[in-house]
């Protein structure tokens, strides 16, 4: 019964005692819980270089799945100190992710409803995450670059010519 009992103010205390989720860098997207005790944090003293390859149509919280993980990652990483100079971050986006390059005149065309994309993507590229779309993949769905594509979003030969560019320049690739 006494174990019953304190696993009960366990339980509810447990509300009491949670953190809030944040967004300290990339406001409304990439939440975070920040935790004092963990295994492995960042080091505000290192380079952070991640290149994504944005390849899924998969969303979370209303947007694109992966360009909310690098909101996410540039969150954790500012959360714990590490200075924004530290921060290099590129993505480029081919595939089913393709659509989410179009202007809301073209998304809407295209599908009917609002690019939900298009505050993200801003607020990415003005903390200076380069987004590029592969111009295979842009052809492949018909999207034209020059009348079509949102201009904050560059355009590239390919993502098979991306990926190993950033790579040599010693970018971690993330899927």
Aim: proline share 6%; with cysteine.
């Amino acid at each position: 019964m006494i174990r019953f009992v304190f696993f009960l103010l366990v339980i509810i205390s447990l509300p009491i005692q949670a953190q809030s989720w944040k967004t300290p860098a990339i406001e409304g997207y990439g939440r975070i819980i920040e935790y004092e005790e963990v295994a492995i944090k960042p080091n505000p003293q290192k380079e952070y270089k991640m290149f994504f390859h944005i390849t899924n149509k998969k969303e979370r919280d209303g947007v694109n799945a992966s360009l909310w993980k690098i909101a996410r990652l540039i969150n954790l990483l500012e959360a714990n100190h590490v200075p924004k100079e530290n921060i290099q971050v590129a993505a480029v986006i081919s595939g089913e992710a393709s659509p989410i390059v179009l202007t809301e005149k073209a998304y809407k065309l295209k599908k009917g409803k609002s690019n939900p994309n298009l505050d993200l993507i801003k607020k990415l590229t003005d903390y200076g995450v380069p987004i590029n779309i592969c111009g295979q993949a842009a052809a492949e769905r018909g999207i034209n670059p020059e009348t079509e594509m949102n201009p904050l979003i560059k355009l590239t030969l390919s993502a098979l010519i991306d990926i190993p560019t950033y790579q040599m320049q010693g970018y971690t690739i993330i899927r």
